[in-house]
């Protein structure tokens, strides 16, 4: 077993976060809470602006839960840490985009750290599941998030079967919004993270607030919050040097030079 079961490595703006848990990449109680520290700085580091998650090896993004901890000890209502399992799935106010590179087997508690993602890239070797079901116990965040992401048959279908699902197929159904070879993954991953740390982070904040807040109320209750000014980041963001400096560069035909404040 890796002594460090996740790498971190910082590109400019960028920090990725590598699960490295040899063999599968699985997620025990120490691994859930690092990355709950390892998210945790990410969401407060204003220095960064774009996270970008991956699993060690070809095969395994992350199968979820380690079921070897979970025999020794290990309890699977255990401290997960900040953010809860896998430190992204509850973790409060992180207003930054995240990309998950899904670049082998992806399932169980590995899917739903996935779909914890703004974006999720796979390589097109990748494949998924849920199978809880057949171990007697439910995908909780999956039956949460997976029907709102793809059609809601096929959702139940995996939830309540535990089938396998290939990586042509999980883009068929907007599981993920684009498929790579596998040499291909992180250069493209990469670029893609490259991209939106280019872009103005205060608006990617107000984006995600809205979406997030969104989730729980409707269109008109929500729009109604953004104009008695009730979102934070919104407010941030018209108060802003970068809500000028977008209209400036605009009016004088140049790229904007995004501060973040």
């Not at 590179?101 to 097109?124: M, T």
């Not at 699902?165 to 919004?177: F, K, P, Q, S, Y």
Request: charged share 25%; with cysteine.
């Amino acid at each position: 077993m890796s002594d460090t079961p996740i790498r971190t490595e910082r590109r400019g703006h960028v920090l990725e976060v590598t699960l490295n848990r040899p063999k599968a990449n699985a997620i025990d109680l120490k691994t859930s809470r690092i990355m709950g520290e390892v998210f945790t700085e990410f969401r407060d580091d204003p220095d960064l602006r774009v996270a970008l998650v991956t699993g060690a090896g070809e095969k395994f993004f992350c199968p979820g839960w380690d079921l070897k901890a979970a025999a020794e000890g290990d309890a699977v209502d255990g401290d997960y840490g900040k953010g809860g399992f896998g430190g992204l799935q509850e973790l409060r106010g992180l207003n930054k985009p995240v990309i998950a590179a899904v670049n082998g087997i992806c399932c169980g508690g590995g899917l739903e750290l996935a779909l914890s993602a703004d974006i999720i890239l796979a390589a097109d070797h990748a494949s998924f599941a849920l199978p809880e079901i057949n171990s007697g116990t439910v995908a909780d965040a999956a039956s949460v998030k997976l029907p709102k992401r793809i059609p809601y048959h096929i959702a139940m279908e995996m939830l309540f079967t535990g089938r396998w699902i290939d990586a042509e197929e999980a883009a068929r159904w907007g599981l993920v919004n684009r498929l790579f070879p596998g040499a291909d993954l992180m250069t493209e991953a990469r670029a893609m993270a490259d991209l939106l740390a280019s872009g103005p982070p205060l608006v990617y904040a107000a984006i995600k607030e809205i979406v997030r807040e969104a989730e729980g109320n409707g269109f008109q209750d929500t729009m109604n919050r953004i104009t008695r000014s009730q979102f934070e980041t919104v407010e941030r963001l018209y108060r802003s040097e970068d809500q000028l400096e977008g209209a400036r560069a605009f009016a004088e035909k140049r790229d904007p030079v995004w501060k973040g404040k």
